[in-house]
Each structure stands twice: as structure tokens, then as C-alpha cells.
């Protein structure tokens, strides 16, 4: 007999659901039977996404979002929880990069990767999770989940994407210090490490002389696509995965073997 992940009655949040991983992981929460909740600045895009969710049968709500902003933050949560109810899953999932030596970083440089990638998730799942201890101190046992959207280049440091990579590791590190402060009170955080995966914004690279090499260097020369995370996301939202605690998964093809 088959088996299938159910969220129904389940309230997700994701970050940076715009375009790329964030907006895949939307409609495979959906799918599964989750209201989502959209959450990044580009409010036009957040709702076209909105749209086509709902045409598929799904509930979605869009709330504006500025991860480098404290009360942006703040307000979006509160929206988030007045418009769809209490939320059970956070996809930490706003990031960004820059290239470069770490001889040419400048201040600019360091404070927009870390801005987003530490100091947004960081104070985004806090919100959330202040939210959940609240909650959790009633009689029934809570099943919250927070999944960090990480990066291979948190475990392995690549050329010219330092900063990049500095900043995922704190990310990995930030899991486990939540998983080991919050676990207690039924909240589960954990992260995914995704491997170099094809979306909207570095479609066009690959095709490049640059590009063209780096998949010559991978371990079964391709790049994956969003829908390879699927099973992952799902497996970590899901109740089944109430013995997951502080679990930071690679999903690169590979790549950091």
C-alpha cells in the first residue's frame, strides 16, 4: 500500500517565494495539502504565484516581506498568522550572493550576503519560532517545523563566492544552535544544502564557456533542477520526520563527497 506525505491543516511560511527554489517549494507544499503562506518584497510576482496555487485548488496568501528589515519582519509574521492562522512550517529561504576575491569584498559586499543570508534567517526564524514556544506550552505535543535553506558551499568553500560560503555556514551552525534550544519545545529545525541547481537566475550561466566547465567538474556532469528538492522539503515538513532534529542535508548530486 502506497503512502504519501499529507499537510493538510498545516500553515507554511516561505521565504523569498518569488522565483527560484523559494517559489518551487510553494507549490510542492501546497500540492501536498499545506495553506502557504508567500513571503518576499516582490509583492506582483508573490501574487501571480498566489493566483496559479489557487487556480490548482490550493490556498495561498501573499504578505510582504523585507528580510534585511527587523520590523518588516515582525509585521509580516503577524500578517502571516492573521491572514492563514498560526504557522506550523517556516522555508527560511531568502538568500543572495555576490562574486568576488575576498581581497575585492568591500563593507557593501559583506553587509548585503550577511544581511540576508544570516541576519534575515536568523531573526525571521525567531519570530516565528517565539510564536511557537508560546503555543507550545499547551497539553497536545506540537509538531513545528523550520527548515534553513543552506548551501553545499557551507560545507565546501568555492572560489570567488567566500563571502557566500562564510555566510552559509553560519546558517548551519544557526540550525543546530535552534535545534538544540528549541527541540524541547516541539519545534524541529533543520537544513538542506543544495547543490548548484538550475533556476531563473543562473539559467543563463550555464550555457556560458564558464558554465559549460564548471558541469564538466561535477560529479555526473549535470545541474539539478527545483523539483530534485521535492522529496527533501516534504520529508522535513512532514510529521514523519518527528525524529529529525538538528539534521543539516546535502542535496548535490554528489558534489561535496
Known amino acids: 500500500m502506497g503512502r504519501s506525505i499529507n499537510l493538510e491543516g498545516k500553515v507554511a511560511l516561505i521565504t523569498g517565494a518569488s522565483s527560484g527554489l523559494g517559489k518551487r517549494f510553494a507549490q510542492v507544499l501546497s500540492q501536498a495539502g499545506a495553506k502557504v ?95 511557537m514556544i508560546m503555543r507550545g506550552n499547551g497539553p497536545a505535543k506540537p509538531a513545528y517545523r523550520i527548515i534553513n535553506v543552506a548551501s553545499v558551499a557551507g560545507l565546501r568553500v568555492f572560489p570567488q563566492i567566500g563571502l557566500y560560503a562564510m555566510s552559509k555556514a553560519a546558517v548551519v551552525q544557526m540550525t543546530k544552535a535552534m535545534a538544540l534550544e528549541w527541540g524541547r519545545h516541539g519545534i524541529n529545525v533543520n537544513a538542506i544544502c543544495p547543490g548548484y541547481i538550475d533556476t531563473e537566475i543562473n539559467h543563463h550561466h550555464w550555457k556560458t564557456e564558464q558554465g559549460q566547465k564548471l558541469i564538466s567538474m561535477l560529479p555526473r556532469r549535470r545541474v539539478g533542477s527545483p523539483n530534485d528538492l521535492d522529496g527533501l522539503l516534504l520529508l522535513l515538513a512532514a510529521d514523519e520526520s518527528q525524529f529529525m532534529n538538528g539534521s543539516v542535508i546535502s542535496a548535490d548530486d554528489g558534489f561535496s563527497l
Open 37 to 131: 503562506v508567500l513571503a518576499s518584497r516582490r509583492t506582483e510576482r508573490l501574487k501571480e504565484l498566489r493566483a496559479e496555487i489557487e487556480s490548482s485548488g490550493g490556498a495561498a496568501h501573499v504578505v510582504s516581506l523585507d528580510v534585511t528589515d527587523y520590523q518588516s519582519i515582525k509585521a509580516a509574521v503577524a500578517h502571516a498568522e492573521t491572514e492563514a492562522g498560526t504557522i506550523d512550517i517556516l522555508v527560511n529561504n531568502s538568500g543572495v550572493s555576490t562574486t568576488q576575491k575576498l581581497t575585492e569584498a568591500t563593507p557593501s559586499d559583506f553587509e548585503f550576503v550577511f544581511g540576508t543570508n544570516v541576519r534575515g534567517s536568523f531573526f525571521v526564524a525567531q519570530e516565528v519560532a517565539k510564536r
